[in-house]
């Protein structure tokens, strides 16, 4: 049996296209997801950092429309990593290989952006070379 889940986030880092071994193109991604817990009286918003590795056409067009702060959701299976982390220590890291994904609509909270197009959208769209939902191929 698979565990499977849907993360939901923000990118952390710009995504970097890369190549396996057998030519397969593969982005490792970071997708931070923010909560709200209570500190006392107050309410904050906690970051939860989470480890995605997507491959083929579906890391192309990442690669090619995401950058750094594009809001995304991921599906697809979990799986743990054991590493050696700098110290020496063995470690294991929970990662989310993806088998889909979608751009995630997004609008500013000072109302006054109603199209669902933040600034960080605008500037995808931009680097898409302001291509419109009909032109993009996914």
């Not at 565990?3 to 991604?29: D, H, K, M």
């Amino acid at each position: 049996m698979s565990a499977y889940a849907v993360i939901t986030g923000r990118l952390g880092v710009e995504p970097e296209l890369r190549f396996t071994n057998s030519g397969t193109p593969v982005i490792n991604l970071s997708i931070a997801n923010n909560r709200s817990v209570k500190v006392g009286d107050k309410r904050e918003s906690v970051a939860d950092w989470f480890k995605v590795t997507i491959f083929g056409r579906d890391a192309e067009i990442i690669n090619q429309y995401a950058k750094k702060g594009s809001a995304l959701a991921f599906n697809g299976r979990l799986q743990n990593e054991k590493y050696v982390d700098r110290d020496g220590n063995q470690r294991t890291s929970t990662i989310l290989v993806a088998s889909s994904f979608e751009f995630v609509p997004t609008a500013k909270r000072d109302g006054g952006n109603t199209d669902g197009v933040t600034e960080n959208d605008a500037g995808v769209e931009a680097a898409a070379g302001n291509e419109t939902d009909d032109d993009i191929p996914f």
